[in-house]
Nanobody, 125 residues
Framework: QVQLVESGGGLVQAGGSLRISCAGSGSIFSSNAMGWFRQAPGKEREFVAAVSLFGRTTSYADSVKGRFTISRDNARNTMYLQMNNLKAGDTAVYYC??????????????????WGQGTQVTVSS
C-alpha cells in the first residue's frame, strides 16, 4: 500500500525554481516528522531537508541551505520542497520520507520509517 506519493518533479534550467510535493496518509502525517532525500546516479541516497511534526523546526543539508525551503500542511497531509537557484548538482530522484523525529532522518544510518517512490528532478546547465 503506497502511503507517500511525490509529485512536481521535472526539467528546469540552472538558476530556475521548482516546487515538489509529497501527499500521504493522515496516519503518517499526524505522528511523524517529514523530510526529503535525494539520490543522484551512481551516488548514495542523501538527506536534503526535514521538518518537525508541527513545522516549528527544520533542518537542511549544507548543500541546499539558503536555496531550498521545506514546509508542511498537516490539514492537507502534504509536504513541500521549494527549490530555488537550482544547480546541475541538484539533479536527482527526490524521495519523500517520514520518521518519528528529524534526528532519525539525519542520523547515519538513517532510521526513516516510510519512503515514497521518488520524483525525478533534472537541472540543465
Amino acid at each position: 500500500q503506497v502511503q507517500l506519493v511525490e509529485s512536481g518533479g521535472g526539467l528546469v534550467q540552472a538558476g530556475g525554481s521548482l516546487r515538489i510535493s509529497c501527499a500521504g496518509s493522515g496516519s503518517i502525517f499526524s505522528s511523524n516528522a517529514m523530510g526529503w532525500f535525494r539520490q543522484a546516479p551512481g551516488k548514495e541516497r542523501e538527506f536534503v531537508a526535514a521538518v518537525s511534526l508541527f513545522g516549528r523546526t527544520t533542518s537542511y543539508a549544507d548543500s541546499v541551505k539558503g536555496r531550498f525551503t521545506i514546509s508542511r500542511d498537516n490539514a492537507r497531509n502534504t509536504m513541500y520542497l521549494q527549490m530555488n537557484n537550482l544547480k546541475a548538482g541538484d539533479t536527482a530522484v527526490y524521495y519523500c520520507a517520514a520518521a518519528g523525529q528529524i534526528r532519525h532522518m539525519t542520523s547515519i544510518p538513517s532510521r526513516t520509517k516510510y519512503w515514497g517512490q521518488g520524483t525525478q528532478v533534472t537541472v540543465s546547465s
